[in-house]
């Protein structure tokens, strides 16, 4: 527990998790974006409101109410918390199993180096959890258990979610995989986090980031296609299709949701896989 | 010993020439580095202008050894019936479709920076590779036939006696010489 303070050397430690969008017909193929009416709008517009605009050293100590990863005792839910719960909720009806692997990256395991992806439930065998009430309690637990470390790596954890799903083709699995990012820091690995996504391009899966706190995130635009140029790897390999969104936390306006944003370009990045691979779904 | 790699050639964007939009009639040839075979060719696009489609697909032997393929944009000369000038030149490495956690009989769709001859950046090209992956059946004609052996246990309880063996595939390749 005193890991934490000791050995406390900054600024960020993130969030990453995995889910599969179930088997193609049962989800999102299946009710054909009905999903829309009831799931693609705001829950609870309480958990709605725009996360303020935290100038201090936004990741600063867990233990006080300045951090992002601070923990309430009066259960008010932070910035991490919120965007688990927001995003996760949505998601999670989409998962035959729901079990999620979820990783941490930005920090220092107990007695170890820098991690940039280790698995959040404190197991060096596996890294699922159940539920995200099971991400939830493996985020506060780790938050004991590591300290917060720089510098922002994506391209580990996007690699190893890259793994999960080319994994799964390879089994002849029919599943679409979501990898959602939590982050309070600005990507240091720009060049390697591209040469991640435009190789994982080509497998079933879309990369969900949300920004947390008051960063500049002017650098995570560009991993999100949409706004200009096809991403392209250091070798000139170009992503064949778009598959990130990235949405920081703090945009939301009052009345537009945060899952709203993330979300949006999901059934088109899902479509245009299953399309251009001629996949049926399965009835 | 090569792969038969089947290249779909779907399209290009953004084609340019001395830093104008090409106007059209362009094609692509597709070649092996390691190889020796003839380059084939797509038919020419005429309508797509600098955003072709072809969504033609060719068929490559790519040598084991090989690392590269490379895939050149052309454009017909309006001067003559077979000439042609390069448009952008992508070299492909054979390590995106093969020698990765995904099956190499699963379709790929790459997508590729185009460079010109004087390594501008000239438009992507968009392919699907898809390698054939050959029949066992097929290659054990001729040549020793590597298929599994069923063993039999030699020793059990934890015997430490020591069994001496010779591969039946070794007299058979032996026969062959």
Not at chain 1, 33 to 42: A, E, G, K, Q, Y
Not at chain 1, 94 to 108: E, H, L, Q
Not at chain 2, 12 to 30: S, Y
Not at chain 2, 46 to 51: F, R, V
């Amino acid at each position: 527990m005193d890991l934490l303070v000791a050995n406390f050397v900054g600024l960020e430690a993130k969030l990453a998790g995995l889910t599969k969008v179930g088997q193609y017909v049962k989800t999102v193929l299946g009710p054909q974006f009905t999903l829309r009416n009831h799931l693609w709008v705001p829950q609870n517009s309480n958990l709605l409101r725009p996360f303020s605009d935290s100038t201090a050293a936004s990741n600063g100590n867990p233990r006080l109410p300045d951090s992002l990863h601070f923990i309430d005792p009066s259960g008010r839910p932070n910035a991490y918390q919120r965007a688990i719960v927001e995003v996760g909720e949505v998601l999670q009806f989409y998962d035959s199993d729901k079990r999620f692997p979820t990783w941490g990256f930005g920090a220092r395991p107990i007695d170890g180096p820098v991690s940039h992806c280790f698995n959040l439930n404190g197991s060096s065998h596996y890294c699922e959890v159940e539920g995200i009430q099971g991400i939830m309690m493996a985020y506060t637990s780790a938050l004991h258990n590591v300290s917060l470390a720089g510098p922002t790596l994506f391209g580990p954890v996007i690699s190893t979610a890259a793994l999960i799903a080319s994994q799964s083709v390879a089994n002849g699995g029919r599943k679409y995989f979501v990898l959602l990012i939590i982050t309070d820091g600005v990507v240091t690995d720009l060049q390697e986090t591209k040469d991640a996504i435009v190789k994982a391009s080509d497998l079933p899966l879309s990369i969900l980031i949300v920004g947390v706190g008051g960063a500049d995130f002017k650098e995570m635009e560009v991993l999100d296609a949409d706004k200009g140029e096809r991403l392209e790897s250091s070798y000139g390999r170009v992503a064949s299709r778009d598959i990130v969104q990235f949405v920081p936390f703090r945009e939301v306006q009052s009345g537009f949701s945060v899952v709203q944003a993330l979300l949006a370009e999901l059934p088109t990045q899902f479509l245009t896989y299953v399309r251009s691979r001629n996949i049926q779904p399965s009835l | 010993m090569s792969r038969t790699v089947e290249i779909t050639i779907l399209s290009a964007e953004n084609l340019q020439v001395n830093r104008k939009p090409v106007k059209g009639n362009t094609f692509v040839a597709v070649h092996s580095d390691a190889s020796s075979d003839a380059s084939p060719v797509t038919k020419v696009d005429s309508e797509g202008g600098s955003y072709p489609s072809w969504n033609e697909k060719v068929v490559v032997n790519v040598p084991l050894h090989a690392r590269f393929i490379t895939v050149e944009v052309k454009c017909k000369t309006s001067s003559s019936s077979t000439g042609s000038n390069s448009v952008g030149v992508a070299r492909i490495p054979v390590s995106d479709f093969i020698g990765g956690y995904v099956p190499e009989n699963q379709l790929h769709f790459l997508s590729y920076r185009l460079w010109d001859c004087n390594v501008r950046r000239n438009g992507v090209i968009n392919i699907s590779v898809r390698v054939k992956v050959p029949e066992r059946s097929s290659c054990t004609s001729n040549s020793v036939s590597f298929s599994a052996v069923t063993g039999v246990p030699v020793a059990v309880n934890g015997s430490t006696g020591v069994v001496t063996g010779i591969p039946a595939l070794w007299l058979n390749y032996q026969r062959n010489l």
